[in-house]
């Protein structure tokens, strides 16, 4: 470990939800309803292409081969899959894994149904070694990155948001718990940790997308974000005065915290 990759995985661990919070609940704040994911990426077929994906384009080349590391349902690799280039995802979850192999039936692509970066071990090399959303659930970062940068034979992308995604959460849980969250890790600490752990200046591109997750009504908005504040069932409405404000409706959808949000694509090459 070098001392940025030290400081990625306290500030990682300084998230950790208190026991006594998670004791009073029976769902875990974690992990995504499938639903979700499915309209997240039915979006993204409709949306402005993401600046990551344009990069990765440049990077592959017209025949290159994709690893996308953490792949979910394929959401930010399965554009370049439509336009011809093979690709590998990599997910660990059953469910998404599955979601995956649905989207992309048709397309070359291939689901390894593992874990980072144990599953680099058993993986050909490629041109460009992806992962979008992934990093910040990454304590052990040095070995991920490591691994990624082993198989690349052309570069490494990664999108991250430009600080934890659930910061947008941290006044919520201050006014439903009195809990104060942490600020870090952010972007600009990930790029410090891509140089001391591989000793490469990593580029960086700062840009805004809107939000991807939308609701069909109240109910599903105090399911999703009950789970997300830890609120017991007895406590959920608390949220519609607390969320009120924040939600939006544009075509028939909610949205919370209808604003952008600011995303950073860094990206390295590699001498493979």
């Known amino acids: 470990m070098t001392p940025a990759a030290d400081r990625w995985a306290a500030d990682l661990r300084s998230w950790a939800i208190p026991d006594e919070l998670l004791a009073a609940v029976d769902e875990s704040p974690y992990g995504w309803p499938q639903e979700f994911w499915k309209r997240r990426s039915e979006l993204a077929r409709v ?12 990077l592959l080349g017209p025949e290159g ?5 953490g792949a979910g349902r394929g959401r930010a690799s399965l554009p370049l899959a439509r336009e011809g280039h093979r690709l590998v995802c990599v997910e660990k979850d059953p469910a998404m894994a599955a979601g995956l192999r649905e989207d992309s039936a048709g397309l070359e692509v291939e689901v390894v149904e593992e874990s980072w970066p144990a599953a680099s071990s058993r993986m050909s090399d490629v041109d460009v070694v992806m992962s979008a959303h992934v990093v910040y659930d990454v304590q052990d970062i040095g070995p991920f990155l490591l691994a990624m940068h082993r198989r690349a034979r052309s570069g490494v992308v990664l999108e991250v948001t430009e600080s934890h995604p659930w910061s947008s959460m941290a006044p ?85 915290g209808g604003e952008a949000r600011r995303l950073a694509t860094i990206w390295w090459t590699s001498d493979l």
Request: aromatic share 10%; glycine share 8%.
């Open 172 to 256: 919520y849980y201050r006014a439903l718990h009195g809990l104060e969250r942490p600020t870090g890790p952010t972007a600009t600490d990930l790029t410090h940790v891509i140089r001391e752990v591989l000793g490469v200046d990593s580029n960086i591109e700062w840009w805004e997308r809107g939000g991807q997750l939308w609701f069909a009504d109240w109910d599903e908005i105090e399911a999703f974000y009950g789970r997300r504040l830890v609120l017991p069932l007895h406590r959920r409405a608390e949220l519609r005065p607390l969320l009120a404000t924040h939600v939006e409706e544009r075509a028939g959808r909610l949205y919370v």
């Open 65 to 69: 081969v994709l690893a996308d590391v």
């Open 47 to 58: 949306e402005d292409e993401p600046v990551t994906t344009g990069i990765v384009r440049g």
